[in-house]
T-cell receptor, first 112, second 113 residues
Framework: AQSVTQPDIHITVSEGASLELRCNYS??????LFWYVQSPGQGLQLLLK??????LVQGIKGFEAEFKRSQSSFNLRKPSVHWSDAAEYFC??????????FGKGTMLLVSP | DGGITQSPKYLFRKEGQNVTLSCEQN?????MYWYRQDPGQGLRLIYY???????QKGDIAEGYSVSREKKESFPLTVTSAQKNPTAFYLC????????????FGNGTRLTVT
């Protein structure tokens, strides 16, 4: 069965500092991996995706993620966080784009 | 503008009543999905439909029902059999269930007392 673990429930980062959100997955084959962002009371927006090719993928809003098969990880990074990045972030895995399994989310708080 | 519309944004019901959540999309997407979100639990798949008049159970289908009579619409009924119906419900769609990313609506928060 596929599963996703996001070890950090909350993370607080100072504005302008770098960010890394952790994601570990369990999947029997080559996974499709995703990061989504959710603002309070809203739906989810896709930040980036990986399913093959270059293991460092670029997304929207200056985010990137690196797929590491040996560590079963797909960590999300941003070099300089903006206050508007405060939101909840979800990692997801699946056999394709649909029927995804989501992690429990990491809430990002940005301090001034 | 194309998108997914979920209505209403907030819904209140008494225990024991069935309630139907609306999801409409004008993106011409074939696939539609319902997820349930609880605090600290992430999203869990309730039902999905990859084509009109066909749908499959997700991970937590018990106490829910759906229909897909039109491509644009995928309503979710929360029945009285659902033991803990209070949650945030998200509808999503995709143009091609194999090769297209999910687009999400803005959700309906259901409170049952």
């Amino acid at each position: 069965a596929q599963s996703v673990t996001q070890p950090d429930i909350h993370i607080t980062v100072s504005e302008g500092a770098s960010l890394e959100l952790r994601c570990n997955y369990s999947y029997g084959a080559t996974p499709y991996l995703f990061w989504y962002v959710q603002s309070p009371g809203q739906g989810l927006q896709l930040l980036l995706k990986y399913f093959s090719g270059d293991t460092l993928v670029q997304g929207i809003k200056g985010f990137e993620a690196e797929f590491k098969r040996s560590q079963s990880s797909f960590n999300l990074r941003k070099p300089s966080v903006h206050w508007s990045d405060a939101a909840e972030y979800f990692c997801a895995v699946g056999p394709g784009y649909s029927t995804l399994t989501f992690g429990k989310g990491t809430m990002l708080l940005v301090s001034p | 503008d194309g998108g997914i519309t979920q209505s209403p944004k907030y819904l209140f019901r008494k225990e024991g009543q069935n309630v139907t959540l609306s999801c409409e999309q004008n993106l011409n997407h074939d696939a539609m999905y319902w997820y349930r979100q609880d605090p600290g639990q992430g999203l869990r798949l309730i039902y999905y439909s990859q084509i009109v008049n066909d749908f499959q159970k997700g991970d937590i289908a018990e106490g829910y029902s759906v229909s897909r009579e039109k491509k644009e619409s995928f309503p979710l009924t929360v029945t009285s059999a659902q033991k803990n119906p209070t949650a945030f419900y998200l509808c999503a769609s995709a143009f091609d269930p194999r090769n297209s990313p999910l687009h999400f609506g803005n959700g309906t928060r259901l409170t049952v007392t």
